[in-house]
Nanobody, 118 residues
Framework: QVQLVESGGGLVQPGGSLRLSCAAS????????MGWYRQAPGKQRELVAT???????NYADSVKGRFTISRDNAKNTVYLQMNSLKPDDTARYYC????????????WGQGTQVTVSS
């Protein structure tokens, strides 16, 4: 059994910063790709950023230059540093990991709310 636990969301003013964390625990051997997704009310879940096992990153156009994804393999953790936040960034943010246990499976966190408002 593998669990992903996110932290770091909250309320921030436009132009502010937040750092999200997501740690995996349980019966895991190794982690392939990691990613962050978000879902705003009434909208579909969308990709924010991904990072491969070799640290290759990919970003949605809407966050390029403002968000940075990183990973700490020793801690089984992925981070999302969010700078210059805008009201349009308001959403519930979910981490996702592709994890090798007995087989390769995708896991999701429970989500953490990010609200950008003055």
């Amino acid at each position: 059994q593998v669990q992903l636990v996110e932290s770091g969301g909250g309320l921030v003013q436009p132009g502010g910063s937040l750092r999200l964390s997501c740690a995996a625990s349980g019966n895991l051997f190794s982690i392939n790709a990691m990613g962050w997704y978000r879902q705003a009310p009434g909208k579909q879940r969308e990709l924010v950023a991904t990072i491969t096992s070799t640290a290759t990153t990919n970003y949605a156009d809407s966050v390029k230059g403002r968000f940075t994804i990183s990973r700490d393999n020793a801690k089984n953790t992925v981070y999302l540093q969010m700078n210059s936040l805008k009201p349009d960034d308001t959403a519930r943010y979910y981490c996702q990991m592709s994890i090798w246990g007995d087989v390769l499976s995708d896991y999701w966190g429970q989500g953490t709310q990010v609200t950008v408002s003055s």
